[in-house]
């Protein structure tokens, strides 16, 4: 037969498993700023992959019209008829100026 644990075995049974959960604990809230910090930069460097993705698509698409307005002529002479207004001799422009509409106004 087996002698009974006396009370000082079930407490110091107690005591170490208190300090185990204690140490836990301490461990969770030393580390909690830690998981949070690395939570916050997660979502930063999502958001700027997401940045870089559209200023890459931006990039190619100058890239683009680069080369085309530097290797087409065609290209180049239509970009400058519509920007600036140009007509070979001989051509009519028209430019249609927005100005005040036939259409009712609305009354709230």
């Known amino acids: 037969m087996k002698p009974e644990a006396g009370i000082w075995n079930k407490l110091t049974r107690v005591v170490i498993f208190l300090i185990c959960i204690a140490g836990v604990i301490a461990l ?6 830690l998981i949070q910090q ?4 997660r979502k930063e460097i999502h958001r700027l992959e997401s ?3 559209s200023e890459t698509e931006t990039s190619r698409k100058l890239q683009q019209e680069i080369d085309l ?3 087409d ?3 180049l002479e239509r970009e ?3 920007r600036l207004g140009y007509a070979q001799p001989g051509e009519t422009v028209f430019r249609f100026e927005g100005g005040p509409t036939n259409l009712p ?4």
């Open 38 to 41: 690395n939570e916050r930069m």
């Open 73 to 75: 002529p065609a290209a």
């Open 51 to 53: 940045e870089l993705a």
């Open 28 to 33: 969770g809230r030393w580390y909690l700023p």
């Open 80 to 82: 400058i008829r519509v």
């Open 69 to 71: 307005l530097t290797k």
């Open 105 to 108: 106004q609305s009354t709230p």
